[in-house]
């Protein structure tokens, strides 16, 4: 077996340890006789596994009592619709548009009200994150919408907007749990697990309770209702089981590993590797993510070398998003220090080779 250094945007690298486990349980799960993939989701065993993925993840993000956690399907995406269906009881939002995750929920949101975009970035190819510390949200707006971290351009907020007292909704898929948040700043937070938390299938919606209502758009489907999910804890239907329970040892993994402070610090490190080599040779930017690093050497068919050559050196994945080109090292939780580090090295001989 050998395992190479996956720096995919996503589906992504998870712990070896919590991929080790699921293998050991895959036959019997703890004297069950059976794989969690064959197991009922009313059994003892599965409620257990989902009531301690919840109970871990209010720990790790010291979630309030008043916010629900729900475990839905349909990945982030299905949220882009999901979230004006449930949320625009006046039929506004606004919507901060920073790169093509906002703008597809954006899109989506103008089919069931008015979506009003109140600041973007894409004059700039969303290369940064607009000042948001007094825009003119409007006054009927029922949410204020971000994309957090953005995958694809590798740019964060390093700040929250200010939503001038309306609900902030925010996409943190591929930041999730990467470092510590206050969650009662967001009246959403919502994220595809496929990024930083486990197999794609499930995504994780943190909501507070006054926002989950019966008075949603006319027409809504009973599995797009965040009321019906949480009256049930997340068991209305065959949640995506196994999906949750991988995500639910992430969790565990992420608690060992001394939660989300600690994980940020190693994050800042990890990312310091890549941009302090970055700074010396190739790549400007600002409002940096931790988790996504874009990076080019000016000359296409030098970046398909690089891309080339790295893969078969053992570091896959480093291609650009196919919209923006060159190469994206996506440095999640789980890809190891040493996993940065032998990158740089290899791209500062190749850079030796190549200029
Ligand atoms: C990947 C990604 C999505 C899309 O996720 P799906 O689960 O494929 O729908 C949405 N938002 C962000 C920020 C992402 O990185």
């Known amino acids: ?152 351009y590798g740019t964060k907020y390093k700040t929250l907007p200010n939503t001038k007292g309306k609900p902030l909704v925010a996409d943190v898929s591929s930041c999730f749990l990467s470092e510590p948040v206050d969650v009662s700043k967001y009246g959403v937070i919502y994220g595809g697990v496929q990024k930083n938390i486990g197999p794609a299938g499930v995504v994780i919606v943190i909501i507070r309770e006054d926002l989950i209502t019966e008075d949603v758009l006319p027409g809504t489907p009973t599995m797009l209702k965040y009321k019906i999910h949480a009256d049930n804890a997340s068991l209305y239907n065959t949640p995506p089981a196994y999906g949750i329970y991988v995500c639910g040892k992430v969790f565990k993994w992420l608690k060992a590993k001394g939660g989300l402070a600690a994980m940020k610090e190693y994050n800042e490190k990890k990312a310091k590797v890549l941009y302090d080599y970055l700074d010396e040779s190739m790549l400007f930017k600002e409002d940096r993510s931790l988790m996504n690093v874009p990076f080019v050497t000016g000359n296409e068919e030098l970046d398909a070398k690089f891309v080339k050559e790295a893969a078969a050196a053992g570091f896959v994945n480093l291609k650009g998003h196919r919209t923006v080109g060159g190469m994206r090292a996506s440095i999640y939780n789980a890809m190891p220090i040493e996993g940065v580090e032998k990158l740089v090295a290899f791209m500062k001989e190749f850079e030796k080779q190549n200029v």
């Not at 996503?10 to 069950?32: F, I, K």
């Not at 290369?127 to 204020?144: G, H, K, M």
Request: charged share 25%; net charge negative.
């Open 1 to 152: 077996m050998s395992r190479v250094y996956n720096f995919s945007a996503g589906p992504a690298v998870l712990p070896e340890e919590v991929l080790r486990e699921a293998a050991e349980e895959m036959l019997d799960y703890r004297g069950t006789g059976m794989s969690v993939m064959e197991m009922s989701h009313r059994s003892k065993a599965y409620e257990t596994i989902i009531k301690e993925a919840e109970a871990d993840l209010r720990e790790l993000m010291n979630i309030p009592d008043n916010y629900k956690v729900l475990f839905l399907q349909g990945g982030a995406s299905q949220q882009f619709a999901m979230i004006p269906m449930n949320l625009m009881k006046n039929k506004v939002a606004d919507y901060i548009v920073t790169g093509q995750w906002a703008k597809k929920a954006y899109q989506e949101a103008c089919i069931y009200g008015k979506a009003n975009k109140i600041a973007s970035s894409e004059d700039k190819t969303f290369s940064y994150i607009p000042d948001c510390s007094d825009l003119p949200v409007s006054e009927d707006a029922d949410y204020v919408y971000i994309c957090e971290n953005n995958t694809i």
